[in-house]
Each structure stands twice: as structure tokens, then as C-alpha cells.
């Protein structure tokens, strides 16, 4: 790898990173705005919405950074990863919502097992990535 790649995949883990913390810190406004509407019902699906984008998104990014015994991810994985956060961030808001109105859908569970399996692919093809890169080297 040269110094121009490590340059680049420092940036872009450093603007995922940036960027995720934002969406959960909007996450957590928007839950918060939401909670004083909610007429004191409440959902833990809502209160840790913030917790989505985080702990899956930010955290990982700022310890691929920080930590350079990490290698970064491929760009095929981190789409199939940050399609499944988003996914599972969607899903957690609509569930919020729906337990708060009284209410429930079957696309919340839908879209949360599809979250899911972005993920478990995204994960495995860091994995394969990471293993790939050892036996190339």
C-alpha cells in the first residue's frame, strides 16, 4: 500500500466516522424531540436510536483509525455494512414509533432482518478481505 492510499483511507474513515457520529447525535436530538410528544409512553427501540449509527458506524471507524493494527474495510464492504446500519437505524425508528402510537407492521420486522443480512455480508467480506490480504502479502 502505498502513502497515497494510507492518506486516502485515513480521510475516508475519518469523514465516515465524522459523518456517523452526526447521524447518531441527529438520531438522539430527533428521539429526544420525539419523547416530549410521546404523551409519557416511551420505547427503548427510540431512547437508543442514537446507540445504532455509534456503536456500528462511528466506533469502528475511529478505531480503524486510531488503532492502525486494524486494517480499514473494502469499499464493497463498508456499502453492504452502512446499508445495514442504516436499515437497522430505520427499523429501530419505526418500531419506536409504532410501540409509542400503540400500533405495529410486519415491514419493521422485514426491515430489520434485512438489516441483519447486510451486515453478517458486510462483516464477511471485511473478514474474506482481511484474510485475503494476509495470504496476498
Request: glycine share 8%; with cysteine; hydrophobic share 50%.
Amino acid at each position: 500500500m502505498s502513502i497515497l492510499e494510507s492518506k486516502k483511507d485515513t480521510a475516508e474513515l475519518r469523514r465516515t466516522g465524522i459523518i456517523t457520529a452526526l447521524c447518531s447525535l441527529f438520531c438522539l436530538i430527533f428521539s429526544s424531540i420525539y419523547s416530549q410528544f410521546s404523551h409519557g409512553v416511551s420505547s427503548p427501540y427510540m431512547t437508543f436510536l442514537f446507540a445504532w449509527p455509534l456503536l456500528l458506524c462511528a466506533v469502528p471507524s475511529f478505531a480503524c483509525l486510531f488503532l492502525h493494527k486494524i486494517p480499514g474495510p473494502s469499499l464493497l464492504s463498508s456499502l453492504f455494512w452502512h446499508t445495514g446500519t442504516a436499515a437497522v437505524t430505520v427499523s429501530s425508528l419505526l418500531r419506536g414509533i409504532f410501540e409509542i402510537a400503540g400500533n405495529a407492521s410486519v415491514y419493521q420486522h422485514a426491515l430489520m432482518i434485512a438489516g441483519d443480512v447486510f451486515l453478517v455480508c458486510g462483516g464477511l467480506l471485511y473478514v474474506c478481505g482481511i484474510i485475503k490480504r494476509k495470504f496476498a502479502s
